[in-house]
């Protein structure tokens, strides 16, 4: 079993990550960036030792050096997983707030990791369909996005829409530490994980919906009435998969020595928002007078068909078996009226 530094910690997918990671045996130091974090997480992994989970407090992830007091241990770590960068749109600066803190915080904790931490031998980082996809392109149903594909996005645009700003963030910091890996020849191999929008069950450590993670917006936003009326709003990226899943691929990642030196677009399936809907109204009729119209027009797919995807690295190498879309809504849900939605 390994001992694991796991970044970001409270955040939607690696509150996930720290029960699969213990479930499987190993321990695990997580980052939060305060104290508060700290108390619920503890709350969400009660009677757990600090041996087996314990925390680190890192304010700043963008700031340069961040991680170097992170890595270092009494028990050494052997595995890193860094999934700290921002996701939200409602920024001020896109430079300040999106592209230095995902770039600087992805080197900082690679440099880290050389520097300090001469024992881990493997590191797993969480990318995006951002840096797969191409925001750009029209939708064609004869593309099929794999982890050969990179979206194209310049820094230049990136600095002029809060949007290719979140795009660029993952392009530019995932590029950035496979150059690491390639100019630093480090004593540790690198997998990056690229999920599309991630989709489930939220944890107590969101216990206010006006922290709800981005991927869960549009699902309480049906639940809540924003939509209610004779349109369904378009779906944009076609591409989902359940967030308990993600977290386990990137657990995958370091447990299967096959996965090094690769990355996985983790896509369970395609998915619209008319599909929301209909869940949304079999499973939870007591929603009914906040949904769209029954007979509303919009959130289907393009006539043509959605873009293709392949996921073969995370099923064949991963063995990951996603579960379906249905599920993943219905328990998100359910988890969201526990705080009162």
Known sequence: MSRVLLTGGSGFIASQMIGILLDHGHSVVTTVRSQSKVLKLQSLYPNIPTSKLDFVIVEDVGKEGAFDRAVVSEHPFEVVIHTASPFY??????????????????????????????????????????????????????????????????????????????RGSKVFAEKAAWKFIEDENPNFTLAT???????????????????????????????????????????????????????????????????????????????????????????????EDKLPDKEASGGRYPKEGPYGFSNENSTKILGIKFMGFEKSVVDLVKSLQVISV
């Open 193 to 287: 994980i690229c999920p599309p929008l991630v989709v489930g069950p939220i944890t107590s450590c969101i216990d206010d919906i006006s922290k709800l993670n981005t991927s869960n917006l549009r699902f309480l936003e049906f639940i809540t009435g924003k939509y209610k009326g004779p349109v369904i709003p378009e779906t944009g990226n076609y591409l989902w998969a359940d967030v308990r899943d993600v977290a386990l691929a990137h657990v995958r990642a370091f447990e299967v020595d096959e996965a090094a030196g690769k990355r996985f677009f983790t896509v369970a399936s395609h998915f619209c928002n008319k599909e929301i809907v209909d869940i949304l109204r079999k499973n939870f009729p007591e929603f």
């Open 89 to 166: 749109f409602n920024v001020k600066d896109i430079k300040a707030e999106l592209l230095d803190p995902a770039l600087h915080g992805t080197t900082s904790i690679l440099k880290a990791i050389k520097e300090f931490a001469p024992t881990v031998k493997k590191v797993v980082i969480t990318s995006s369909i951002a840096s797969v996809v191409d925001s750009i392109k029209p939708n064609d149903p004869k593309q099929v996005y794999s982890e050969a594909d990179w979206n194209p996005v310049s820094y230049e645009a990136a600095l002029k829409d809060v949007r290719n700003g979140y």
